[in-house]
């Protein structure tokens, strides 16, 4: 499985933007799609954005046109660009890769360990 290290969270305000990169160790042509996840405590993990190979993106409403999800394939290397941040993406960010949309979907690809962003009003 591959190993996935997410980085780029922190405190900003509401308003501002980050950027969360999530590095894999093996060849990211392995995988069919990526995907973004995040968590809040008591809360179960909800989808946040995916890729697929070609490139397409899908975004829950409460993020599109906010966030945008991306890669660089010769860096190894998915980005999640975060716009526009409320209190309530507050969360831990997790990035997730698998051989198909419905892996990543499914929960069962290979996940990093998360980032925090806190976001204050």
């Known amino acids: 499985q591959a190993q996935l290290v997410e980085s780029g969270g922190g405190l900003v305000q509401a308003g501002g933007s980050l950027r969360l990169s999530c590095s894999i160790s093996?060849?990211?042509?392995?995988?069919?799609?990526m995907g973004w996840y995040r968590q809040t405590p008591g809360k179960e993990r909800e989808l946040v954005a995916t890729m697929d190979l070609n490139g397409n993106t899908d975004y829950v409403d409460a993020v599109k046109g906010r966030f945008t999800l991306s890669r660089d394939n010769a860096k190894k290397t998915a980005y999640l660009e975060m716009n526009l941040l409320k209190p309530e993406d507050t969360a831990v960010y997790y990035c997730?890769?698998?051989?198909?949309?419905?892996?990543?979907?499914?929960?069962?690809?290979?996940w990093g360990r998360g980032t925090q962003v806190t976001v204050s009003s």
């Open positions: 997730t890769a698998g051989n198909s949309v419905s892996t990543v979907l499914s929960g069962r690809g290979s």
């Open positions: 093996k060849s990211i042509f392995s995988f069919a799609a």
